[in-house]
T-cell receptor, first 112, second 114 residues
Framework: QQQVKQSPQSLIVQKGGISIINCAYE??????FPWYQQFPGKGPALLIA?????SEKKEGRFTISFNKSAKQFSLHIMDSQPGDSATYFC???????????FGSGTKLNVKP | ETGVTQSPTHLIKTRGQQVTLRCSSQ?????VSWYQQALGQGPQFIFQ???????GRGNFPPRFSGLQFPNYSSELNVNALELDDSALYLC?????????????FGPGTRLLVL
């Protein structure tokens, strides 16, 4: 059973547009939700993370929206740039068990 | 850069062989996790080591084993390699805390099994 479901699989956005990637989870014991950015040939790099006690977290052009009742969270990339073209992974973790469950990834292509 | 290093960067093995992958954690981190990332997929948790002891394991067979050393560096060993073991192997280091921790990934080792 996939613990974290991510959509869409791929996304094409024009430069300056908003990129939105969605994730849904099953386990209500999850209490930490990071987003990772991965460029080809590189390991995933932490982008932004949220805990369920807040509904939104913003860092620069990146915002996480969190809906605890719906068990969903999303990443918004404002003013998307070609340099944002990468694969994005959402993840979820239980604080008492240090295992991360990753979504299947979204390949973002920002066109100039 | 995260400060997590992995070696080698690429490796080619044949089916049935054994492989050892190495990871050097970020300074000050006492926990290391290993993940397998197949092409086009998200990372899948293999296991985690905390202070040299295994601290959780994913759905991987026993031929996947690991070690963590006193300096918190780590090894992933895979015996009897199968074609499906071809993947990017990632290690991630972290500093364990009661409220969970952020994991910092290395660049990975790409393993090809022929």
């Amino acid at each position: 059973q996939q613990q974290v479901k991510q959509s869409p699989q791929s996304l094409i956005v024009q430069k300056g547009g908003i990129s939105i990637i969605n994730c849904a989870y099953e386990n209500t014991a999850f209490d930490y939700f990071p987003w990772y950015q991965q460029f080809p040939g590189k390991g995933p790099a932490l982008l932004i993370a949220i805990r369920p006690d807040v509904s939104e977290k913003k860092e620069g052009r990146f915002t996480i929206s969190f809906n605890k009742s719906a068990k969903q969270f999303s990443l918004h990339i404002m003013d998307s740039q070609p340099g944002d073209s990468a694969t994005y992974f959402c993840a979820a973790q239980r604080g008492d068990f240090n295992k991360f469950y990753f979504g299947s990834g979204t390949k973002l292509n920002v066109k100039p | 850069e995260t400060g997590v290093t992995q070696s080698p960067t690429h490796l080619i093995k044949t089916r049935g062989q054994q492989v050892t992958l190495r990871c050097s954690s970020q300074s000050g981190h006492n926990t290391v996790s290993w993940y397998q990332q197949a092409l086009g997929q998200g990372p899948q948790f293999i296991f985690q080591y905390y202070r040299e002891e295994e601290n959780g394991r994913g759905n991987f067979p026993p031929r996947f084993s690991g070690l963590q050393f006193p300096n918190y560096s780590s090894e992933l060993n895979v015996n009897a390699l199968e074609l499906d073991d071809s993947a990017l192997y990632l290690c991630a280091s972290s500093l364990a805390s009661a409220s969970g921790e952020t994991q910092y990934f290395g660049p990975g080792t790409r393993l090809l099994v022929l």
